[in-house]
Antibody, heavy 126, light 110 residues
Framework: QVTLKESGPVLVKPTETLTLTCTVS??????????VSWIRQPPGKALEWLAH???????SYSTSLESRLSISRDTSKSQVVLSMTNMDPVDTATYYC??????????????????WGKGTTVTVSS | QSVLTQPPSASGAPGQRVTISCSGR????????VSWYQQLPGTAPKLLIQ???QRPSGVPDRFFGSKSGTSASLAISGLQSEDEADYYC???????????FGGGTKLTVL
């Protein structure tokens, strides 16, 4: 059974850098196609994709947040880490770590999130 | 503001059928497959439909997904009280090079 668990600070101050860790169990991060995304959800609002990481160093970021985000993976620890700089109160949200399924077809891409962590709530306040 | 457009709310009585729409563009729904997620109150989202109309193991066949052009729909038949949740659609966007979500639809079972 594949599980993902988020960990990190509950409270960060404005302008600080947020670092979140996703610990993956039940599957190796080095498996081909083992993609992991970070998705967030502000209170009462919709889901927002932040970044994803695949094996062999493939990474991608939300265009609106790219300058503030960094994603990395440590296969030996089975962890995927997301950093977000210059935190602001509008970044207050629940942050989810999810496993991705992706199939790149000639004409169509199938991309979905099939296993979700429980999420970790981060509040940005001084 | 979400890239995919969903109605903010939907409702139906127990046993009825309800449909939730999801509208996008050629770069997302028009070109790629759609997935749907159910988020029960206070919990993480759960995959409900992938590949436009494929139900993962364990998802009841009361949930049906479809896609036509740049729009998709989620139909729920035989509505039950436990279906009361927020529902989100999503698809890969070729222009943004990332997945995009709808704004979510809050389903109320009357």
């Amino acid at each position: 059974q594949v599980t993902l668990k988020e960990s990190g600070p509950v409270l960060v101050k404005p302008t600080e850098t947020l670092t979140l860790t996703c610990t993956v169990s039940g599957v190796s991060l080095s498996n081909p196609g083992m993609g992991v995304s970070w998705i967030r959800q502000p209170p009462g609002k919709a889901l927002e994709w932040l970044a994803h990481s695949f094996p062999y160093g493939e990474k991608s970021y939300s265009t609106s947040l790219e300058s503030r985000l960094s994603i990395s993976r440590d296969t030996s620890k089975s962890q995927v880490v997301l950093s977000m700089t210059n935190m602001d109160p509008v970044d207050t949200a629940t942050y989810y770590c999810v496993r991705i399924f992706r199939r790149l077809g000639e004409l169509s891409t199938s991309y979905y999130m099939d296993v979700w962590g429980k999420g970790t709530t981060v509040t940005v306040s001084s | 503001q979400s890239v995919l457009t969903q109605p903010p709310s939907a409702s139906g009585a127990p046993g009825q059928r309800v449909t939730i729409s999801c509208s996008g563009r050629t770069s997302n729904i028009g070109s790629n497959t759609v997935s749907w997620y159910q988020q029960l109150p206070g919990t993480a989202p759960k995959l409900l439909i992938q590949g436009n109309n494929q139900r993962p193991s364990g998802v009841p066949d009361r949930f049906f997904g479809s896609k036509s052009g740049t729009s998709a729909s989620l139909a729920i038949s035989g509505l039950q009280s436990e279906d009361e949740a927020d529902y989100y659609c999503a698809a890969w966007d070729d222009s943004l090079n990332g997945p995009v979500f709808g704004g979510g639809t809050k389903l109320t079972v009357l």
